[in-house]
């Protein structure tokens, strides 16, 4: 079985740039997370997705960062502009619903970003 | 609300020494607690999780936890440790909704 997959592994961008990140879930799994790791911290979430609905995004900084997972597969994070504060890794996870197995999540290898 | 506080930020320890890590956690209804891995420059892996049942946990590459209500505690623990597992391990809790909180990690540093 395929893990999450992310894509760029690494990206540096200046600051006001726009950058936007690519995560594929592993196969048949309904929910989609998006996590911000500053280095030091423990992974924080942005937001959570439900098929293609969201459940939860009240971490999300709107002004800047927006995502979506059309179809309810693949998923994009975009963060417009960039801000120093943005650096870090991204990390997508994925995990199977509707019974106890929703609490295991599956993390992808994660984007490390770094602004400049 | 939950929240997860890992008591120790590195802990070096000599090959084949058994290691703890501390995690408490709060949360004002049932929770259920997970401990992952972290390897240099890889994404988050399970090392097991308490959902019910027997308070003693066992997982992979011989870990092994305690969850204590009472405490309100999840301590990880290895009786004998190896130099591959050198990493960052993180605790985590999640409540309805599958949602998890992450700790701010335990670096682990084995050494020969």
């Known amino acids: 079985e395929a893990g999450v997959a992310q894509s760029p592994r690494y990206k540096i961008i200046e600051k006001r740039q726009s950058v936007a990140f690519w995560c594929n879930p592993i196969?048949?799994?309904?929910?989609l997370y998006w996590y911000q790791q500053i280095l030091g911290q423990g992974p924080k979430l942005l937001i959570q997705?439900?098929?293609?609905?969201?459940?939860?995004d009240s971490q999300l900084p709107k002004d800047r960062f927006s995502a979506e997972r059309l179809k309810g597969v693949d998923s994009t994070l975009k963060i417009q502009p960039a801000k120093l504060e943005d650096s870090a890794v991204y990390l997508c996870?994925?995990?199977?619903?509707?019974?106890?197995?929703?609490?295991?999540?599956?993390f992808g290898p994660g984007t490390r970003l770094t602004v400049t | 609300a939950q929240s997860v506080t890992q008591l120790d930020s590195q802990v070096p320890v000599f090959e084949e020494a058994p290691v703890e890590l501390r995690c408490n956690y709060s949360?004002?209804?049932?929770?259920?607690l997970f401990w992952y891995v972290q390897y240099p420059n890889q994404g988050l892996q399970l090392l097991l999780k308490?959902?019910?049942?027997?308070?003693l946990v066992k997982g992979i590459n011989g870990f092994e936890a305690e969850f204590n209500k009472s405490q309100t505690s999840f301590h990880l623990r290895k009786p004998s440790v190896h130099i591959s597992d050198t990493a960052e391990y993180f605790c985590?809790?999640?409540?309805?909704?599958?949602?998890?909180?992450f700790g701010a990690g335990t670096t682990v540093t084995v050494r020969a």
């Open positions: 996870a994925s995990s199977p619903s509707g019974d106890s197995q929703s609490y295991e999540q599956y």
């Open positions: 997705f439900q098929n293609n609905g969201v459940v939860d």
């Open positions: 308490y959902l019910s049942g027997s308070t």
């Open positions: 985590a809790v999640s409540d309805v909704g599958y949602k998890l909180s």
């Open positions: 196969s048949g799994h309904a929910t």
């Open positions: 949360s004002s209804v049932s929770v259920y």
